[in-house]
């Protein structure tokens, strides 16, 4: 067989039909049964696929434009195999700049039941070193590092019957994973999607969405616009409505939205004002998941005298008051991770020796690590001196 991946094809599809037979037949990937064990009987075929703790030398096979400033960057393993991740997870990549490593962690926004391609779907977010080059520099043909995908923001994990995703912004990457996963495996289940954008422009991923709400009735698709300069009401059964999402909205937009089970995916000041709003409506808040991307604020302008230190060992750093912990350790040059720069990978722990901070998140963290001082470095801003173990 020439064609390298049609050989890791019909290597996946060989094992996939040797999984075990149950009273009707064959346990395949789409079989037709209970919503949430369908989506496990996907994943166990799935499984079987791949090595999926070995990072993934890539190469971009495709670039897609989805706004001005939002690209999907399709990449395809070097030595032809399958990507194996559950959908939602994300995934840490190590990209080369100027021959200096970077790493950063971005939701997949591709299904693992489409295994030959992994997608990342990338903000350019303004002063970003990274997402800069990746959205304006990195091509057709340029190579990066793909990390084993990990995140507990996922199908295969969190069971459902049926489902209301919401998301704002390029909170929608790790919903299409999901939604793609779900209309692979299990494509009359019943979902509804909410996506939030500043403009009708702002839309990632708005004609899939199209697509995929008219492929089955058992599908839902919302969009609230905060600036209302895009089309509004009704097309091809999609609901429109202009401001904020707010409970009453998801009310009218989602009527039976309580007896779904919901994945929320945004900025934090979005998903901890829904998730009041859902409590203070009766939602069974155990049927409530959530993943924000968003990063730990930064010091702002300030002057000489609002500095503090960061010591590690024999190595010293001033910088200012409200700073991140892992401003300084990257000053420093100390040996620390941090792809997600926002509390989602867990990634970059530290452990304080003396000092005074404030802990914005706790993710990823036992008991038995807060006892012992551990913080998420990236999640953490000095309030007074400070030092931590050495690294």
């Not at 971009?60 to 690209?71: E, L, S």
């Not at 429109?240 to 937009?253: M, T, V």
């Not at 302008?301 to 008051?321: F, I, N, P, R, Y």
């Not at 690590?369 to 007074?384: D, K, M, Q």
């Amino acid at each position: 067989m020439s064609n390298p991946l049609a050989l890791v094809l019909s290597q996946i599809h060989a094992k996939t039909r040797a999984l075990p037979r149950c009273d009707s037949g064959v346990v395949t990937a789409i079989e037709t049964i209970k919503p949430a064990a369908a989506t496990q009987l996907s994943w166990r075929a799935l499984q079987q696929q791949a090595d999926t703790d070995s990072p993934i030398e890539s190469v971009c096979v495709d670039k897609i434009w989805q706004t001005a400033n939002v690209v999907t960057l399709v990449f395809q393993a070097k030595q032809p195999r399958p990507f194996m991740f559950k959908p939602g997870q994300f995934v840490t990549i190590k990209v080369m700049i100027n021959g200096q490593a970077y790493y950063r962690s971005y939701s997949i926004s591709s299904s693992p039941s489409r295994p030959l391609t992994l997608a990342l779907t990338i903000k350019k977010v303004p002063n970003g070193k990274v997402s800069s080059y990746l959205v304006d520099a990195f091509n057709c043909g340029d190579s990066l590092t793909l990390q084993p995908a990990a995140g507990e923001f996922n199908l295969i994990d969190i069971a459902a019957d049926k489902y209301l995703f919401i998301s704002a912004g390029c909170g929608i990457t790790p919903m299409m994973s999901m939604l793609t996963f779900l209309a692979d495996s299990d494509p009359h289940a019943d979902i509804a999607f909410v996506h939030c954008a500043s403009t009708a422009a702002d839309i990632i991923f708005r004609q899939e969405l199209q697509q995929w709400q008219c492929a089955s009735r058992n599908r839902q698709l919302s969009y609230f616009i905060t600036h209302g300069d895009g089309q509004l009401g009704d097309q091809f059964g999609t609901h429109w409505a202009q401001g904020r999402l707010d409970i009453a909205r998801l009310q009218h937009s989602i009527p039976d939205y309580k007896q779904r089970t919901v994945f929320v995916c945004g900025p934090g000041g979005f998903i901890q004002s829904l998730q009041d709003e859902l409590a203070n409506s009766g939602f069974e808040m155990e049927r409530f998941h959530q993943e924000s991307f968003e990063a730990t604020p930064r010091a702002s302008m300030v002057s000489s005298h609002d500095t503090v230190s960061l010591t590690c060992g024999e190595h010293q750093h001033v910088l200012a008051k409200g700073a991140t912990l892992l401003d300084g350790v990257e000053a420093l040059g100390l040996p620390v991770i941090s792809p997600c720069r926002s509390g989602v990978c867990g990634s970059c722990k530290c452990q304080l020796v003396s000092g005074q901070v404030t802990k914005h998140k706790l993710t990823h963290l036992t008991h038995q690590e807060i006892e012992a001082g551990v913080v998420l470095a990236c999640s953490t801003t000095l309030n007074s001196d400070v030092v931590i173990a050495a690294l």
